[in-house]
């Protein structure tokens, strides 16, 4: 009879140096670390068009993965099961083409034997949670594994399931919240962010988050990837469609292609707020290295193109801010004219350069943005005279 | 027998013209808006010295409302039951002292009657969400309310109870997820963020957050309060407490006061990000008028320090997208070296400029960003000359 | 600060004694004892005719008391709230016309106050289980309660609940499980009749169940009903109305008084298997003292009838009994032959005389049941002899 | 791609013919039909020895099939996972031994390959009631199957996991009712005994009910085995264990033998108030054909002793029974004599003799019993006339 291992030697659990996994599923693209995961794609493979279109629309735009079922878990057995492995074939071409990973569910050991050649990732689905066989088989092999949370597992259960896998050598296990059952019919699932906020304080697996089969409504992903993120979650997986109505399986909730690029940009500034980054540079560099299918000058033109569009995001963001920070300078004007202080403060100014210095990591451009900010102290010290004049000749 | 009210009819619900309900609290506060309703304070109210170190510490730092408990709604009747009508001329004192409106719980009508004089916002707590006959009376008041959640109370029930009080002539209802029952003991309750998402497509009226109720462990509350503010919510409600390990009811979930400003703080960048404002400055200029207790220059004093700290963040904010910035610019450049373009594109550059201009709302303060981005695009042209001159000198 | 009371000195508790509470609802009805407590009535008091046809029908049949809602706690603030104090005088004339006690539920103090002078017993509804404010009041009145569990009520909760209104000095409360709050959507609620089951074991208070509330749909109530009394619940309370699909509040779940009629009359042997007895004696004697609205003659002419109507409920059961009885003694003959044995065992038939005998109370009667078995025996003895016969025959 | 086979078409379901499923599982014992099935045993088979203490304890008292877990489906890896094949053959010993058949989980495909040859029934657990390649696999064979209830699924998968059984040409599908996950910790799972009078209404298949994994604790197992039975369940599966605080999983839950007996004892006469019978009949049939291991005169005086065991009961039941019937015809003597009624009521005895003859099937036996039953109602007719003396004396 087995002894039963004590909760210290848990290999799922976090340890006291708080040191986090991540997960490398592929040159470029991991899990767990700075960078999220962003994955988006069909519930199902329907054709290669469908994957090309897919995938074109999505490469190099903050989205680093790919998903598509080719095997599907359905409730009742006389509905679309997936087109197998013809559904793989088509899944190994994206991920050549594009140099993109794709990840597909498996709901059987044969499936598994079957796609661990063509996936960079396996998914277990929430009914196969407690597939224990499957888990022990799947913790023999050398892949990747995005485990989905049972419809209404604990966590405790949820990270069992994982420790099945891991206890056979496969440690490259990923957690998927995507919603837990509850009482009330308006949404598909609960989506339980505080399960992913107190898994996080339990495990040093990475977690993401599922918000499509969460809410199953398309009308509320965005909001719901948006909290996902801003709660600690190490990436998403979303379910787009070119045609979200014409879907074969879970149409009501994929979204378009266009909507899933406009959620992914509202991601950039919540991932800042919470020390995280978007994905977009690194699949930059991975495919600087990797394309092959178009001329190089073609490649470089359209990386400009997408480094420019980025670039116009950023400088929105400064443009708020630093109008933000020109409007507090004023404050400060005001405030100091009333106390009779002198508008310049040469000590701060300097604390102030000083700071922003330490914000920078290169200091190559350390040295840059302090000239800038410079110029941006300048700015705040003419406003407040404006300002002081202003006031002057209306009280004269 | 009274007839059936059609869903036309229905006052909370949501209409066709989008239009969301703007709740007024008191002079400068308001839930439901563009600035965020921020509520903090104990669970239970439990001496006049604790509410002064609140308020004390939470006025004017991002959070515009307290709370604090008198009539206690305990699973045994043994446990401590309030302070009362003690408790609520507390909470008076504090709402006069610190111009900061107050909120607090009531069980009954007759608490409804005695509270209603002092307190600028009546809560309904989730055991109550479907005491019929307190929310008739309730209906009958001018005052705000926030009506909680029940623990097992789906959207529709939850927008009914709302409906009983807006039924009687009241419609100042402010609705508040705080976590539902589910079977998981891991978190106190589920935090139904997706039913946030949902009801803000269902109804007009504004919606907050208490992560506090909802997860019951203090080290869960900051993620959780950001995720709700990603996904929409009109506001939060966190108990935090002078010594948190020693309230009287509650202890594992409130936080210090510390912590408290430092959610509030972490909060700033995810609310820009979705388009809301934190309160701060709203009650930087309502405490302007207010403060009464402290001599004018002192309070002034304690302003610039106050302006200056959240001029700080900015700037480390700033001066790391300008870093960014900065990389991205020097990426641009190797590109157009190898695309054998002119580091200089003078047509690109001004449209940078207007765009910038674009995004700032003050014409006065436009112009000095514009000044500011030109000395940021000199320096990205320098970098790139640098970076220029260097791989040529490798290359040598 | 109120003092914690220990576990130990919760009123509701369990004590080691076992002991369990019979509660007095009116002269000849109790809840708690051996006589199960069977409630019937509609959801909503609608007429004087309404209330006069039912109270006729399930009078001195199985039912001791008679249910019927004049404040109605309904989801939407425009649907019908009841008939209030006029429903209240409908219950009056109905409690003293048939002699038997009525309940109805309360959802305020005001109501409490009003309803306490007419019905027999108050309720407290699921959505007022926690309304701790009013089980305070309840606390100090005179009165048996009837406590519906919440929807989502723990257990614990449950009992504190209860001890609410114990603390008060009312110690006369009777607990109903209802169901509860889940996933499925195949029936209302959940019925948890586990949670009666630990209930029994956890607290001393009787503890009745609600079918109808529990599944929400009429074809489910007698196989529930019949569940819960097999699982050693105190009693039921069944929703029955004249016209069920014409009951203006929760019409599907309504049965038919027929339908009453005979889920009581099934539930007759299921009672007595777990120690148990329906009502109907306990009725026909207080009903003998008290029928004073029909000629005494008339009385008892119906009631003959209605204990002949028992008799041959009884003699079916018997008549099935010996059947049975006598096919296993024809079995016992069949291996008697086999085995060489005589047919008559003075001992054996001594033995089983004898045990008869002690299941009997009553010494008078006891002796006649002898006799009756001497009968049974003959004829066991004469049926091995003709089987006897019969095989030799064959043989021959 | 496949295409959906409409409603009218799914096998599992209830056609209007209201035709139920009668399951053969072997010689004799079959669930669905009049005769319940009633599977007794340990969670895990542990050794040979314990199985036949189990088996020789649970044989023809009641029990009419055994079950033993050999591949134990753990929440955690490093628990005990079932004794594999080795117990399989163990299990196989006990059904040639004893001539009960016997049921295991499998949880794999490999699994359900190889227990095929030894189980005659293979069960499906909770956690893989969505694993659709198992159940296809399943459905390819040619066995019983129990099919367990997901642990939060709705009755709507349920079924629809039934069909992917039964699409693959499988039929003979028992659904087991476990218990659901609920808030409530009182309780392991939530027995959902509703869902069980729902399924009778939406599908031909029978249902069993497992109340100790329902429950979780060994107290509560009786009074919900019962409750089950009562509303209308096919059969019971509950786990037994000759040492129950040894078991190696769900120790918390087993109850001894001698409990076991008990319980099946107890359900005698809930059976029969519902219609249904008890399997011990079936099995001393079954038993006579097949007994082979005992010399045949122990067999059949063993048989004789067990016989004689029910005899008894029934024996304790009727006298009750009869008790209870004189008292009643005591109480119409009064109410004759006040209604100077005679005592002798030929029309009416005629009645009862014809009522009672209606209620036997055998007509050789029905008239035995009407003979019996003119000796009861001689027997009434003296009480009625000393009770008439007695009372005259006393006036007198």
Redesign the interface.
Known sequence: ?????TNEQMKAQLTETNQRSEVKISEGVTCGGKTLLIVGGPCSVESSEQMHTVAKALNNKGINAIRGGVYK?????????GMGEEGLAILGEISKTYNMPVITEV?????ADIAVHTADVLQIGS??M???????HIGKLDKPVILKR???A????FL?AA??IM?GGNNKVILCER?????????R???????V??L???THLPIIVDPSH??G?R??VA??A???????ADGLMIECHPEPEKS?SDARQAISLEHMLEIVE?LV??A???GRKMPVAAN?AAKRDAVVSLSL?DA??S??HS??H???R????????????????M??GE??A??KLPIRDVK?EQD?LD???K????P???K??R???K??ME?SR??QK?EAQEKESKVA
């Not at 604990?154 to 259960?157: C, M």
């Not at 919603?179 to 949404?187: F, L, V, W």
């Not at 699932?189 to 399960?195: A, C, P, Q």
């Open positions: 009879m087995a002894q039963a291992q878990p359905r409730t009742s057995p006389y509905a679309f099961q709901m059987s050991e044969k499936h009914r196969n407690q597939n224990f066989e499957l888990l022990k049972g419809l209404s604990t966590l405790d259960e069992m420790e099945y206890a919603g837990i059952r509850s009482y009330d019919t308006a949404t699932n609960v989506l339980d962010l505080g399960g906020v107190a996080r304080q339990m969460a809410c409504k009308e509320m909001d719901l948006r909290a996902a993120i801003a709660c600690g074969v509202s500034p919540i800042e707020a919470v930059t000058r470089m033109a990386e400009l480094i420019r980025e670039v116009d950023l400088d929105a963001t400064i443009a708020t801010l630093l109008e933000k920070r020109l409007l507090l300078a404050e400060v405030l100091k009333e106390l701060r102030v700071m922003v210095v914000h920078c990591s290169m190559q451009i350390a840059k943005v000239e800038i900010y110029s941006i700015a003419i406003l404006e």
